[in-house]
Structures are given as C-alpha cells and as structure tokens.
C-alpha cells in the first residue's frame, strides 16, 4: 500500500531563518506531489505540484521554493521566512489528474 | 478567479440525523469533485469523489449530489455519528493538476 510521511510535525523558527520541509511516498512510483498550506480555520491553498522529478509549477508568488531532487521526494524550502509564513502545511500526491489526492498529516509551522 | 464556496460555514446535527453539507463551484469547466473531511491537526482524508458525467454517487453512509446546472455539490451523510464531527471539503478540478478546495464546514455531531 502507498504512504506518504510528512516531517517534522511542528516548528518554531525564527523570522529570517531558512525552512526545510520534506514529503516522501512510499509505495507507488512517479506521483504528481502537491504542497498545500492552510491558514487557522480556512481551506488549501495550493503552493506548488510536480508531475515529475525536476519538475515544479509555482501556483502564488512567495516566500518559497519547492523542489523534487527524487521521483518520490518533495521538499518545501525557505531561505528567509516571515511572519506571514505561519500555517499548516500539507503535502500531497495523487497518482493522475483525474484521481484523488491523499494528504500526509502536514506539519504546523510557527514563525515568530 | 475559480473558486469553490460553501453555503454553511458550521452545521450541527443530533446522532443519528442524516447531514447534508452543501458547496457551490464557479468553475463550469470543472470535472471532478471531491470530498474530504479533516480532524483537528490532521491532513484532509478522503470521503468520495464524482466525475461530472454522473450526477450521484454512493458510499458507506455518505452519498454526494452533482448538479451541474446550477453548479452545486453536495455530501451527504447517513445516520451520522460523533466520529464524523470534522471539517468538510469540498474541492474541484477542471482538468490539469490543479485542486482547488472550499472554506470548510465544521460538523458538529451532538450526543
């Protein structure tokens, strides 16, 4: 069966300090990876998607960058984070378009 | 832009009620729905999805509606029990990789 781990589950980091956030799937291979983040008592809002390894299609300008250095590998990065970047953030994959998505349990980052 | 909205923001029904959560999409070219429900400090799960070539759907205990005319979505829920108490998404895909989810509603579930 597949899985998906997310870590770390939370985070407190400095304003200014880099992010790191990383996503694997276990079980399927060549997933499309999503990276979610949800602000307190909202919905998703989608960050970025990957089809495949190197590639990332950006959804909103911001404060961060994602990469795919593997096929099953997705990590969520920062160089300097802000206040504004406080959320919950949750990674995806789906294996199509036309499929569901299934969510890792997020991580709860806290700038401050 | 595209955007997937809900009618009731919270609902609260006695055990054993049936619920109906309802959802509106601005999207016509939208083709796949889905629905997820979310526990406090967990990642969306999956309830059930429908492609827009059907306009019903059923599962264990939850059935979703599809009306394509008015664009509307609904989820419903069988003799709804405490542990369904969550919050509730909906959420649209007009092809593409692009899921774009609703607000939420919260489900209350009382004893």
């Known amino acids: 069966s597949q899985t998906i781990h997310q870590w770390p589950a939370t985070l407190v980091q400095p304003v200014g300090s880099p992010l790191s956030l990383e996503c694997t799937v276990e079980?399927?291979?060549?997933?499309?990876l999503y990276w979610y983040r949800q602000a307190a008592g909202r919905g998703l809002q989608l960050l970025f998607y990957s089809v495949g390894i190197g590639q990332i299609s950006s959804e909103v300008p911001q404060n961060l960058s994602a990469s795919r250095p593997q096929d099953r590998q997705f990590i969520l990065s920062s160089k300097k984070l802000l206040l504004s970047d406080s959320g919950f953030y949750l990674c995806a994959w789906s294996r199509g378009s036309d499929t569901e998505a299934f969510f890792g349990q997020g991580t709860r980052l806290t700038v401050v | 832009g595209e955007s997937v909205g809900l009618h009731l923001p919270t609902l609260s029904v006695q055990e054993g009620d049936n619920s109906i959560i309802n959802c509106a999409y601005s999207?016509?070219?939208?083709?796949?729905f889905i629905w997820y429900k979310q526990e406090s400090g967990k990642g969306p799960q999956f309830i059930i999805d429908?492609?827009?070539?059907?306009d019903k759907r059923q599962g264990q205990r939850v059935t979703v509606l599809l009306n394509k005319t008015v664009k509307h979505l609904s989820l419903q829920i069988a003799a709804t029990q405490p542990g369904d108490s969550a919050v509730y998404f909906c959420?649209?895909?007009?092809?593409?990789?692009?899921?774009?989810f609703g607000a939420g509603t919260r489900l209350f579930v009382k004893a």
């Open positions: 429908i492609r827009s070539n059907m």
């Open positions: 999207n016509s070219a939208s083709d796949y």
């Open positions: 959420a649209e895909r007009a092809g593409g990789f692009k899921t774009i």
């Open positions: 079980g399927t291979s060549n997933p499309n």
